[in-house]
């Protein structure tokens, strides 16, 4: 199998599935289908229909397969841990039930995080007590999806969150074994955090198990950075631009991923408020010309 690119209904602005502003599903998968796509991640789960029957139909109308899911929820809160699991049972559920492979677990924004997105050195740490607990949660929902359902899964780092910056995601991988918990690695949201994303894939190509591709506009994130700006305020003020007009090095992502002979999906995530951006399927569409044009096809 080739590299092949996918896109995610957070590039129509879905985030959480019950959000009022959110286009329909149909319109997403539509759209993406129109955008020249032949892969689609789940969103968040309750987006798309949870029966199989239904979503597998639509899929097929479109010629659309599902990559995987996301489980984008609080596991730096025990208090929240059985919306986490709820969480990760029904995304690995869908996900099996349409031979989708990528179970990608991020930690939510967190109220104690969100003024330092970006601000590695002033973001609060856990205490030792609290990042084992931390560190078990998202272990016990990997083991879930890797041994109960037979998902790759994969950490992905996030604005805003307890994984966020660069120690914290390598210290994770090296309490957490290789065997359950891999690497989603969004070259957007490493970017965010302040660091180079290519120097950190040529480190860990090896635990690399699936893409997100993310640009972000320097002069957005400085700005959003410097003012402790709100991270979906700063979605809304198009810090993910378009791939290509930001400061990712996406031929040298490329080149990366060719060195180490990567095979599989790579998901083009563009966050965006969905009542701002005022064409979604025509950024999808440019997303994926820019990457044919260096070399993705």
Request: proline share 5%; aromatic share 10%.
């Amino acid at each position: 199998m080739a590299i092949r690119i996918g896109n995610a209904p957070c590039s129509w602005g879905v985030e959480f599935a019950q959000d009022p502003r959110n286009p329909s599903w149909q319109s997403v998968l539509q759209d993406c289908a129109d955008a020249g796509y032949k892969g689609i991640e789940l969103g968040p789960v309750g987006f798309m229909p949870e029966d199989p029957a239904i979503l597998g139909e639509a899929l097929a109308k479109h010629d659309l397969e599902l990559i995987g899911g996301v489980v984008f929820r609080a596991f730096h809160d025990p208090a929240q841990w059985d919306d986490v699991l709820d969480g990760t049972h029904r995304t690995c559920k869908a996900l099996q039930a349409h031979g989708a492979r990528h179970l990608v677990l991020i930690d939510s924004i967190s109220p104690r995080r969100a003024p330092t997105a970006g601000r590695a050195a002033e973001a609060e740490q856990m205490d030792a007590s609290e990042w084992t607990a931390y560190r078990d949660r998202i272990a016990q929902a990997a083991r879930i999806g890797a041994q109960d359902y037979g998902l790759t899964v994969g950490i992905h780092a996030h604005a805003a969150g307890f994984m966020d910056f660069e120690p914290e995601l390598e210290r994770l991988l090296d309490e957490v074994d290789e065997d359950i918990l891999k690497i989603c690695f969004d070259t957007g949201h490493h970017s965010y955090a302040g660091y180079d994303p290519v120097a950190f894939m040529k480190r860990h190509i090896d635990r690399i198990s699936y893409m997100h591709f993310k640009d972000i506009d320097p002069q957005v994130k400085a700005r959003a950075v410097a003012q402790r700006t709100g991270f979906y305020d700063a979605c809304g003020q198009g810090i993910f631009c378009n791939l290509g007009q930001g400061d990712v090095d996406f031929p040298a992502v490329r080149q990366v991923l060719l060195d180490a002979g990567f095979e599989g999906w790579c998901t083009v995530e563009q966050d965006c408020d969905p009542l701002l951006d005022p064409d979604p399927v025509g950024d999808a569409k440019k997303n994926r010309e820019y990457l044919e044009s260096i070399g993705f096809n």
